[in-house]
């Protein structure tokens, strides 16, 4: 015991960080996280989105107290950690992405004693808190913003990226991702700073080792309150060059990650899930490797920008062309089997509602249509992520312009209205790609503002919470929150779930996404129909005397049914 407690990842015995390590954290407690390490694979995490989860003041914003309150309905539903976003102190110009004081819980959600008491409860009942930092950039009301405007002498000036100019040409064409170019004058200084996301979001100095070792400690601060693991917000854009206009994999990336998860993610078992819009497969497997050098995965998004139209923004959308993203999670599959490790997910605070992109969002087909997209994505090898509401089959909304709070929805808005699109065209792109299709409140029951608040919400509540709510779906056997624990129960039966190779079958078929996952021991052949016709379909021999694992319609009829999905699963008899 005492031997693994004092070596590294390798049994090696700590040497450089000894001092650190034992200033920082007991013994017991490197133990106990050893023998928990890689528990992130067979894992299930669901996201939650503070703001519009639960209220519990009346202020119509969601808090922390209001998710101690539903632990109990997320250990029903069987995960086993939860992503918050971001609670820090922050002046919320994009929800909570903007922090002006990393170890400080923000008012609105409440304090550091609520934040204590949840990660207790949740510990209580299995589930481990996933904090999302916000490393790439923080808020221009942080403490070292406001010092480093101050004058280009101070040390605080050199944490965030600077380039002197004239208040006229900025210095390169860099775009900022919610609108308006990247860089941002400073009269007094006579100086530009750089900012990938809105002008009160400053891009961090990652050249700047003190940024850095910054960084770390606050990472500590929240280890050692006893957060296991960390959701890292764009990660991919830390080891940027400014000047060259590389954003995403940037040139020092894999060594900034590496230091950080060296210096801050020392404890055994953290589960550690980067942002990252530009990974490709080759990358992701630096990123997940094994010997956990850097992260334990990252969310990708090559699957997610496929509805758009080639070269376009993400508000250009199109049909979603099934044999590629059939290809995409192939590449993925295989890609990283034994080399790295995939996060599994569809829909976060992001994007819009799945169910209504890709799935079908009718009264007749909603419910099928959400069960089929989980079973699609629940079969395969990774770790799954359910973004809060998805296991109601919650939908998108449609509200008139005024009505969204997002940043970039309103800045959007005025620069394509200012470029001559009409109204109807830009209002039809908020609501089939907006982010705060994912951001109206929770539904928890058919009352007023679907028992979110008492108060008047900040984002309006969707009027279908009449029907689709929590209540309903607890009381509902067929209910999608129902599958949902299903699939989360049998990934924590099966071994085939977590190690199973996969095969893509039928790679050309337009329609039908099929797969089969294999160990020596289990087989399992996942089945979608993404469509709301019936197709002919035939399962492959070997699956003839298998077991019905899971199954969206209550009876076996031949061919798939519009949206039809199942699991079959069999055993080799040794
Ligand atoms: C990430 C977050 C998003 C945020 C952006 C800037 O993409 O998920 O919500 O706006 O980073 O922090
Ligand atoms: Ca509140």
Not at 247 to 268: D, I, K, M, V
Not at 333 to 343: A, C, I, K, R, T
Request: charged share 25%; net charge negative; with cysteine.
């Amino acid at each position: 015991m005492l031997r693994i407690a004092m070596g590294d990842r390798k049994g090696r015995p700590y040497a450089g960080h000894l001092q650190y390590f034992f200033k920082e954290k007991t013994m017991a407690k490197v133990i106990l996280n050893k023998q928990k390490r890689g528990w992130w694979k067979s894992a299930v995490f669901y996201q939650i989105y503070p703001k519009s989860f639960q209220d519990t003041n009346g202020d119509g914003i969601g808090d922390l107290r209001g998710v101690i309150s539903r632990l109990d309905y997320l250990a029903e539903l069987g995960i086993d950690g939860i992503w918050m976003s971001p609670v820090c102190q922050s002046p919320q110009v994009d929800n909570g992405y903007d922090i002006s004081d990393y170890r400080a819980v923000d008012p609105m959600f409440g304090t550091m004693e609520d934040m204590e008491t949840l990660i207790a409860e949740a510990k209580k009942r299995g589930i481990s808190i996933i904090l999302d930092l916000v490393l790439n950039h923080c808020s221009d009301q942080h403490i070292w913003f406001k010092e480093a405007i101050t004058g280009k002498d101070n040390p605080y000036h050199d944490y965030f990226i600077w380039r002197d100019g004239d208040g006229v040409t900025p210095p390169n064409d860099m775009r900022a991702t919610f609108g308006g170019s990247a860089w941002t004058y400073v009269p007094q200084l006579g100086q530009w700073y750089f900012h990938q996301f809105a002008v009160e979001q400053p891009d961090l100095n990652w050249d700047n080792p003190m940024v850095r070792r910054e960084l770390y400690s606050t990472i500590r601060f929240w280890v050692q309150k006893g957060v296991e693991g960390f959701r890292l917000d764009v990660i991919d854009q830390i080891g940027k060059d400014a000047d060259k206009g590389i954003t995403n994999n940037g040139p020092r990336l894999h060594e900034f990650l590496r230091e950080l998860s060296r210096e801050a993610f020392q404890e055994e078992g953290l589960a550690t899930v980067g942002e990252a819009w530009g990974a490709d497969v080759e990358r992701a497997k630096l990123y997940s490797a094994p010997d956990g050098s850097e992260l334990s995965m990252v969310f990708q998004f090559q699957h997610i920008g496929l509805d758009q139209q080639p070269g376009k923004d993400k508000w250009d959308t199109r049909p979603l062309p099934l044999v590629q993203l059939k290809e995409v999670y192939r590449s993925w599959q295989q890609g990283l089997h034994n080399v790295g490790w995939n996060s599994l997910f569809m829909n976060n605070h992001d994007l819009p509602r799945i169910v209504s992109r890709w799935g079908n969002d009718s009264e007749e087909f909603r419910v099928v249509s959400a069960k089929m997209l989980a079973t699609m994505l629940h079969g395969m090898e990774g770790t799954p992520y359910i973004y809060q509401g998805e296991e109601l089959g919650m939908t998108n909304i449609k509200l008139p312009i005024e009505a969204y709070a997002d940043i970039e929805i309103h800045n959007m808005y005025n620069e394509r209205a200012a470029k001559g699109y009409t109204k109807e065209e830009v209002m039809e792109s908020i609501w089939a790609r907006g982010r705060d299709n994912a951001r109206t409140p929770m539904q928890w029951n058919a009352g007023e503002n679907a028992g979110f608040t008492t108060g008047k919400p900040w984002l309006p509540v969707n009027p279908n919470h009449t029907g689709i709510n929590a209540e309903a779906a607890l009381s509902d056997p067929d209910s999608v929150f129902h599958y949902y624990q299903k699939l989360i129960e049998l990934r924590k039966t099966l071994e085939v779930f977590r190690d199973g190779e996969f095969t893509l079958l039928l790679p050309k078929d337009e329609k039908i996404f099929a797969y089969t996952r294999d160990t020596k021991k289990g087989h399992l052949l996942v089945v979608c129909n993404f469509t709301a016709e019936t197709l002919p379909y035939e399962v492959p021999e070997t699956f003839r005397n298998s077991r019905l694992l899971i199954h969206n319609y209550k009876t076996t009829a031949p061919g798939l049914r519009p949206y039809e999905a199942a699991m079959l699963y069999y055993e080799e008899q040794f």
